[in-house]
């Protein structure tokens, strides 16, 4: 009778860990949106000569995070853009099946430089910066950000004007881990907080296809209360700010406009959309030894960080 026992139970159990393994491993693969073995983490990018190149994420995560911020960045900076930049690799992946790739290598996705173009770009300091690089990558390996177990909108940016912004008022979606925080800090952190731009009267009218007048009559002005200008109207035509700012390819849609005679000058404050994490911020409050998952909290508020 003892023998029968041991000869059943295995029989019996063998099967029920199989099961349990496969099962295991499916659900991790459906909610990663990846396939947990690293060597089959693949991101398909389309580059700029209409090339589909599929890269390892990790691998393509140095060409990211060397694109996207300075190598001077503190290295805790630098581990908060590697986990922001994985998750959206991430929410593209997803959101990406019917395609023929994931993310485009510039700024309709994310920057991506490869090899060469970071060797050309560094020159003798290529081995010291890209050391830095991969080890803030392999410090974060397979870590991204979520929000009710779900895989966030990573979106980030170079400088705010001293608020992020809402998700809502950029691209659509009311996403309560993408809303307005302060980041007055950006302001110390870059020379680059504000800029101007001079057009004569003749390229601002042109350039925002416009009728020619010799005054510039603005009202209507709208601010969100990040204080970016939603809409306004120029001499009576209807403008969001973004088109405003697309249109005279300004740094920010956070401007005020001045007319002497025949130049217009603009000035604006921060440097993109404004949704997510300020890169510049971010480096900021690495300085105030906060640490990658502190700065990622602060600028996704409600979220958590996970591990594939």
């Known amino acids: 009778m003892k023998k029968i026992i041991t000869i059943v139970l295995p029989v019996i159990f063998i099967p029920f860990l199989i099961i349990h393994f496969f099962y295991d491993y499916s659900v991790k693969k459906i909610i990663s949106g990846f396939n947990t073995n690293k060597n089959e983490q693949?991101?398909?990018?389309?580059?700029?000569?209409?090339?589909?190149?599929?890269?390892?994420i990790?691998?393509?995560?140095?060409?990211?995070?060397?694109?996207?911020?300075?190598?001077?960045?503190e290295k805790e900076a630098l581990k908060a853009q590697a986990v922001a930049a994985r998750t959206y690799a991430m929410k593209q992946i997803q959101n990406s099946k019917n395609r023929e790739y994931d993310v485009t290598d510039n700024t309709l996705s994310q920057v991506y430089q490869d090899e060469s173009s970071l060797k050309e770009k560094w020159k003798d300091k290529y081995d010291e910066y890209i050391a830095k690089i991969k080890e803030c990558?392999?410090?974060?390996?397979?870590?991204?950000?979520?929000?009710?177990?779900?895989?966030?909108?990573?979106?980030?940016f170079s400088t705010?004007?001293?608020?992020?912004?809402?998700?809502?008022?950029?691209f659509g979606q009311d996403l309560p881990?993408?809303?307005?925080?302060?980041?007055?800090?950006?302001?110390s952190e870059t020379k680059g907080f504000t800029s101007t731009k001079n057009f004569t009267l003749q390229e601002f009218y042109e350039k925002l296809q416009i009728p020619y007048n010799d005054t510039i009559n603005i009202t209507e002005l709208l601010r969100t209360e990040s204080g970016r200008v939603s809409s306004l109207k120029v001499n009576g035509t209807s403008l969001t700010g973004r088109t405003f700012q697309s249109k005279l390819s300004l740094r920010s849609n956070d401007f005020t406009i001045t007319q002497s005679d025949n130049t217009v000058t603009i000035t604006t404050k921060g440097f993109g959309h404004g949704v997510g994490m300020s890169q510049y911020g971010a480096n900021a409050l690495a300085k105030q030894n906060k640490k990658y998952d502190e700065i990622l909290?602060?600028?996704?508020?409600?979220?958590?960080?996970q591990k594939l």
């Open 297 to 305: 909290k602060y600028y996704y508020q409600g979220t958590e960080i």
């Open 160 to 170: 705010s004007n001293g608020k992020t912004e809402d998700n809502k008022n950029v």
């Open 58 to 73: 990790e691998d393509y995560l140095i060409g990211v995070v060397s694109a996207e911020v300075p190598v001077s960045f």
């Open 177 to 187: 881990y993408l809303k307005s925080v302060d980041s007055s800090f950006d302001e």
């Open 42 to 56: 693949i991101i398909r990018v389309l580059r700029g000569n209409g090339s589909i190149e599929s890269l390892n």
């Open 137 to 156: 990558i392999t410090e974060t390996e397979g870590e991204y950000i979520t929000y009710n177990n779900e895989v966030i909108y990573a979106f980030f």
